[in-house]
T-cell receptor
């Protein structure tokens, strides 16, 4: 069975600082990996996804993530945090058959002025 | 892409009653899913809604408690039956536009349910 683990349920950064949200996956087959963002009282919005093309994936709002097979990781980064980045971030994994998507526990990002 | 709407957006219900949540997608989609997000927690898949046949439920979820319908390629309903306070949660509809595993999975805004 596939799963993802997000390290850190809460991350706090200052505006302008680097954002790093950690995600490790477990999968017996090459996975598809996703990062979603959820703003308060809203649904989930896709930030980016890895589908075995380039290992460095660029998404919306300046976010990017790098797939590292040797580390089974797919960490999300953004060079400079903005106040509007404050939200809940979810890492997710899907198998190649596309039956369903499994989510991590989520990381709440707080951005301090 | 797909835009998903859900009705109602929120509701407060009494114990023992049932609530049906509607999910409408603005385009035909291959796969539709229902998730539950309990307060402060991640998403848990309830079931995959299959068009014209019974939904496929995940472990811990049963049809009697969460009956699901999917009459066509753009619409699905989830009923939360005989509700208890433990059912208080956000219920999210999700859809994938094609069968490809790498395809984006879109989410509705959710239905926030409170059971008293």
């Amino acid at each position: 069975a596939q799963s993802v683990t997000q390290l850190g349920s809460h991350v706090s950064v200052s505006e302008g600082a680097l954002v790093l949200l950690r995600c490790n996956y477990s999968s017996s087959v090459p996975p598809y990996l996703f990062w979603y963002v959820q703003y308060p009282n809203q649904g989930l919005q896709l930030l980016l996804k890895y589908t075995s093309a380039a290992t460095l994936v660029k998404g919306i709002n300046g976010f990017e993530a790098e797939f590292k097979k040797s580390e089974t990781s797919f960490h999300l980064t953004k060079p400079s945090a903005h106040m509007s980045d404050a939200a809940e971030y979810f890492c997710a994994v899907s198998d190649r058959a596309g039956r369903d998507m499994r989510f991590g526990a989520g990381t709440r990002l707080t951005v301090k002025p | 892409s797909a835009v998903i709407s859900q009705k109602p957006s929120r509701d407060i219900c009494q114990r023992g009653t049932s609530l049906t949540i509607q999910c409408q997608v603005d385009s035909q989609v291959t796969m539709m899913f229902w998730y539950r997000q309990q307060p402060g927690q991640s998403l848990t898949l309830i079931a995959t809604a299959n068009q014209g046949s019974e939904a496929t439920y995940e472990s811990g979820f049963v049809i009697d408690k969460f009956p699901i319908s999917r009459p066509n390629l753009t619409f699905s309903t989830l009923t939360v039956s005989n509700m208890s306070p433990e059912d208080s949660s956000i219920y999210l509809c999700s859809a994938r536009t094609s069968g490809g595993a790498g395809d984006t999975q879109y989410f509705g805004p959710g239905t926030r349910l409170t059971v008293l």
